[in-house]
């Protein structure tokens, strides 16, 4: 398959690292040109650059920006530049939201800063609202393919009370309500949406969560396969959700954890 041929493209929010990055290089590998909204400091971007140099290596376009995707001046301006970016013709055929900025403090303690109103907007802003923000945005701008996928990473703690975790739990809950509509009241224009709930991963966001050692620990004793889902193992089902054969998958959260979930 001559992969420049294909006008066809994923744009992966938070693709820089973990969940994101496998989905970015997943996709790329399938033929998908790639391009990825992250933000990330200076001193980091060396090593971004080298892992971002595994989607070019697959000989698809790639095009990157380090930007904030949640504020609406910024988003405003990305699409923009997206949109003037992509040759004439090209299209979003996926977009994968996997923005992982939230607060985790406990809701009582005595020793810590609690869990405040406005860490809770802030976590819900990002992880949830923004899917639907960047969405219609796109919309707006025409730049979604005809059949296109929508797809978001949401956790166990979206149901499950897990200690620090309130504002992301919270956030997790309404990134699944809000996909349930969006796949409903968008799927007239070809658009089908779906969150995959990924098993315990070790990454950099899961070692952000106080006590996440005993998560890992957990979570492999729990497995039936006795190991933790990997991101390769998440972004495997994030192309297959982009397949023909998918293309009636719709407002659906699809588990991806080994039967983790199940004890």
Known sequence: MDKLKTKNWALI?????????????????NGYHILVVHRDRNMDMKGIANDFMKITATGVLFKSYNQDAILKDSR?????????????????????HSIAK??????????????SNQDFQITIN?????????????????LFAED???I???????????????????AKAALEAISRNMAMEFATLG???????????DTESLRRIPGSEILLKQAKQKNPGARLTTPEDVAG???????????????????????????
């Open 237 to 263: 089902v994030v192309y297959l959700l982009c397949t023909e054969e998918a293309k009636w998958i719709n407002g659906t959260v699809i588990k991806v954890d080994g039967g983790e979930s199940l004890r």
């Open 102 to 115: 939230g607060n985790l403090k406990p809701m009582h303690s005595s020793k810590e800063k609690e869990l």
């Open 191 to 201: 658009i089908k949406t779906n969150c995959i709930q990924a098993g315990i991963t």
């Open 126 to 142: 990002a992880m949830a609202l923004s899917l639907y923000d960047w969405t219609q945005a796109l919309i707006k701008a025409a």
């Open 76 to 96: 405003d301006k990305l699409t923009q530049k997206i949109k003037d970016f992509l040759p004439e013709g090209h299209k979003i055929k996926v977009l994968v």
């Open 13 to 29: 929010l938070g693709g820089s690292k973990g969940l994101g990055l496998a989905s970015a290089i997943k996709l790329a590998q």
């Open 152 to 170: 978001s990473f949401t956790s166990e703690g979206s149901t499950k009370a897990i200690a620090n975790y309130g504002a992301v739990g919270a």
């Open 148 to 150: 296109t996928r929508i």
